[in-house]
């Protein structure tokens, strides 16, 4: 995995999930990789203790790869997931 300073990885979609609970916050998340392609990245921005361990823990479970993560001035960080092939 790949901590970034910014935003420099590139992604194919983006989903905001700081205003989600979970379990959410891997809810929304699948159905966002769902409806994309394979080899895909979606970037996610998340925020709190559960959704951070729980989505990449999840996430790569399922077969997804973490590619990298960033963490933002306001507490929320972002991480970028590419669809399992």
């Given at each position: ?46 925020k709190g ?37």
């Amino acid at each position: 995995m790949i901590f970034v300073t910014g935003e420099e990885q590139t992604h194919d979609a983006d989903l905001d999930i700081t205003a989600e609970t979970c379990p959410m916050t891997f809810v929304r998340t699948r159905l966002a990789l769902d409806r994309m392609l394979p080899g895909q990245v979606l970037r996610l921005r998340l925020k709190g203790d559960e959704p951070r361990r729980n989505v990449p823990r999840t996430a790569t479970e399922q077969g997804h790869q973490l590619l990298a993560t960033a963490e933002q001035a306001d507490g929320a960080a972002l991480l970028w997931i590419r669809k399992k092939g």
